[in-house]
């Protein structure tokens, strides 16, 4: 089992940034990939950005580039998305996810491993 812990949400003013966090333990796979998901209130889940571990390579949903960024410490097992120029519609809860091979980054249904969500509120 792989354990993820997501922090770092809150509330934050138009334009203003927030770094998310999330801590894996447990179970590792040498060639897994970590993603980050959002969702907001009476909508499907959808694709943030994600990471294939072992290759440091980065993916991001096209409307997202250029303000979000998707890191990592591999020292600490942590991954971050840094949220710069938020936006009243980024307002969602973000979840980490995790799966056991970096492939279909983009769906949601092909993590096996999910965190409790954290909360980003923009306000106008």
């Known amino acids: 089992q792989v354990q993820l812990v997501e922090s770092g949400g809150g509330l934050v003013q138009t334009g203003g940034s927030l770094r998310l966090s999330c801590a894996a333990s447990?179970?590792?796979?040498?060639?897994?990939?970590m993603g980050w998901f959002r969702q907001a209130p009476g909508k499907e889940r959808e694709f943030v950005a994600a990471?294939?571990?072992?290759?440091?390579?980065?993916y991001y949903t096209d409307s997202l580039k250029g303000r979000f960024t998707i890191s990592r410490d591999n020292a600490k097992n942590t991954m971050y998305l840094q949220m710069n120029s938020l936006k009243p519609e980024d307002t969602a809860v973000y979840y980490c996810?995790?799966?056991?091979?970096?492939?279909?980054?983009?769906?949601?249904?092909?993590?096996?491993?999910w965190g409790q969500g954290t909360q980003v509120t923009v306000s106008s």
């Open positions: 990471m294939d571990w072992s290759r440091g390579n980065t």
């Open positions: 447990g179970r590792t796979f040498s060639n897994y990939a």
């Open positions: 996810a995790a799966k056991n091979r970096p492939t279909f980054l983009f769906v949601v249904g092909s993590y096996q491993y």
